[in-house]
């Protein structure tokens, strides 16, 4: 049985997989606080699991290649 951690990273990965996406539209997606999300997001790029892109004064985030399902 998955953790919950696991379930909503298992989410993330799964939105991820078609586009990157800023982390208000995936927060809005997961219907979950985006000061809350940010904490999931950088781990999961501090794992390698995920990369940063600034664009603008949003942070974007996108699978990294190998994470892909």
């Known amino acids: 049985m ?3 951690v696991s379930k909503i990273e298992h989410r993330i ?3 991820l997989k078609d586009r990157p ?3 208000s539209e995936l927060a809005r997606k997961l219907k979950m606080r985006r000061d809350f999300l940010a904490g999931y997001l950088e781990s999961m790029r501090e794992r390698g699991k995920l990369r940063l892109i600034q664009v603008g004064r949003a942070n974007v985030y996108q699978i990294v290649e190998g994470e892909r399902r």
């Open 2 to 4: 998955l953790s919950s």
């Open 13 to 15: 990965l799964d939105i």
């Open 21 to 23: 996406i800023s982390v």
